[in-house]
Structure formats: C-alpha cells, structure tokens
T-cell receptor, first 114, second 118 residues
C-alpha cells in the first residue's frame, strides 16, 4: 500500500519569504501522480499543483513549485513570496497507477507571519 | 466554469438516523470520489464512481454507500449514524481517465459537508 509522509506538523514563515513543505512517499507503482492541496479554515480543499511520475520537469504554478526527486521519493512544495492568505493546512496526496483513489498525508499547518 | 458543489454544507443528525449527501461534479467530469476527514484519522477514501459504476472502495463499513447518476451527480448515504461518523465529507471530481495532458488525473474538491452526529 502507498504511504505518504509529511514530517512537519507545523511551519512558520515570514511574509514575502519562501517556504518548503516536505512530502515523501513510498510506492512500487511505476506510474503515479503527486498532488498538493491547500485547506483553509473554511474546509474546502484547493488544488495547487500536480506532478506526474514521468514528467521530465518539475511542475510550477505561479508562486507554487514542486521539487520532485524521484529517486529519493520526495515531492516537496515550495511557496515563494509567502502571503498572509497562504496560512492554511497543506496536504500532499498520492495517486497510483489507474486507481483514482488519493492517499493523503497528515498535513502541514503553515502560518505566515506579518 | 462552475466548480464542485456539495449540499448541504452543514448537517446535524441524531445517532441512529440516516443521512444523504449530494455532490455535483464539474461539467464534463465523470469520476466522483468521496472522502471522510476527521481530526484523528485525517483524510480517508470512501469510494469512487465513474459512469454510474463504483470503481474503488475504501475500508469503511457497509453503512456507507453511494451511487452516481447518469448526469455524474453522486450521492453518499450513511445509515444508522454513530457519533464517530461526525466529520467533514469531501467530494472530488475528475475527468476519470488518462488523457494526453496530465490534467486528466487532477481531482478538484467541493467545499464539503460538515456532519455532526449527536
């Protein structure tokens, strides 16, 4: 079974600074996808970024980028120029093969300080 | 285009009752997945429907069931509610099959239904 690990229960960052949220995974699937979601206190899960296992380049979406190191089985999220509105829970999720089930990590609570 | 719509947003039920939650996916998406989120267990997969057929199922008791209609809208039902069923129930919408662009595998979530069992 796949396993997703987010080792940082909480992170603090100053406004306008960059922050890296860690995510490692364990799988034997040759084809898989990795996702990052943001969940504000309202509860909605907001899709941020996706990385496919065969993608040659690291994914980027605006201020979000994914540092994908396939050999190390890590998919860290980098948020550049943090904003106060970035304060939320962040979840890393894994999808393997043709299975559309997402397996989530425990999440990291990010707090952006002014 | 419209996002994923879940109704109702909040629900309070009594132990032993049953409840039905609804999810309308993004237009054109044929896969709908359901997740339960609790502080103790985190986000757990319940089941996934594609073209009215259940494709995947998580490790939940038979009290949890679902279905999908021809318009891709999905409902989730929980019978004989227990206190431990109190949770945020999230629905995710996807195209449902691999397409050339990697976007085919993306899952977009609704705002969730917060169920409280008393």
């Amino acid at each position: 079974a796949q396993k997703i690990t987010q080792t940082q229960p909480g992170m603090f960052v100053q406004e306008k600074e960059a922050v890296t949220l860690d995510c490692t995974y364990d799988t034997s699937d040759p084809s898989y996808g990795l996702f990052w979601y943001k969940q504000p206190s309202s509860g909605e899960m907001i899709f941020l970024i996706y990385q496919g296992s065969y993608d040659q380049q690291n994914a980027t979406e605006g201020r979000y980028s994914l540092n994908f190191q396939k050999a190390r089985k890590s998919a860290n999220l980098v948020i550049s120029a943090s904003q106060l509105g970035d304060s939320a829970m962040y979840f890393c999720a894994f999808r393997g093969g043709s299975n559309y089930k997402l397996t989530f990590g425990k999440g990291t609570l990010l707090t952006v300080n002014p | 285009k419209a996002g994923v719509t879940q109704t109702p947003r909040y629900l309070i039920k009594t132990r032993g009752q049953q409840v039905t939650l609804s999810c309308s996916p993004i237009s054109g998406h044929r896969s709908v997945s359901w997740y339960q989120q609790t502080p103790g267990q985190g986000l757990q997969f319940l089941f996934e429907y594609f073209s009215e057929t259940q494709r995947n199922k998580g490790n939940f008791p038979g009290r949890f069931s679902g279905r999908q209609f021809s318009n891709s809208r999905s409902e989730m039902n929980v019978s004989t509610l227990e206190l431990g069923d109190s949770a945020l129930y999230l629905c995710a919408s996807s195209l449902g099959w691999e397409v050339e662009a990697p976007r085919g595998t993306e899952a977009f979530f609704g705002q969730g239904t917060r169920l409280t069992v008393v």
